[in-house]
Nanobody, 121 residues
Framework: QVQLVESGGGLVQSGGSLRLSCAAS????????TGWHRQAPGKQRELLAA???????RYADSVKGRFTISRDNSKNTVYLQMNNLRPEDTAVYYC???????????????WGQGTQVTVSS
């Protein structure tokens, strides 16, 4: 099992910054990749950024150049640095991890509880 806990959300003014954290525990050595997603009211959940165990990163076009995903292996934590925030970035932000605690051929998708980000204009 892998447990994920997000933190760092809050209220920020347009143009401001926040750094979200996703702390993993449990079978962290089996994590193959971690992603950050968000879901705004009435909208589908969207993938914003992802980082693999080898460090490969990718971003959605909507956040490229503004958001940065990074990882601190010593803390088992993945971060999402969000700069130049806009009101349309308001959403609940979630992290997920693909891991294989039961063996390399069985992958599971784990999710955190989410953290609210509100950007005021």
């Amino acid at each position: 099992q892998v447990q994920l806990v997000e933190s760092g959300g809050g209220l920020v003014q347009s143009g401001g910054s926040l750094r979200l954290s996703c702390a993993a525990s449990g079978s962290v050595s089996t994590i193959k990749g971690t992603g950050w997603h968000r879901q705004a009211p009435g909208k589908q959940r969207e993938l914003l950024a992802a980082i693999t165990a080898s460090g490969t990163v990718r971003y959605a076009d909507s956040v490229k150049g503004r958001f940065t995903i990074s990882r601190d292996n010593s803390k088992n934590t993945v971060y999402l640095q969000m700069n130049n925030l806009r009101p349309e970035d308001t959403a609940v932000y979630y992290c997920n991890a693909i891991a294989s605690p039961a063996g390399p051929t069985h992958e599971f998708d784990y999710w955190g509880q989410g953290t609210q980000v509100t950007v005021s204009s």
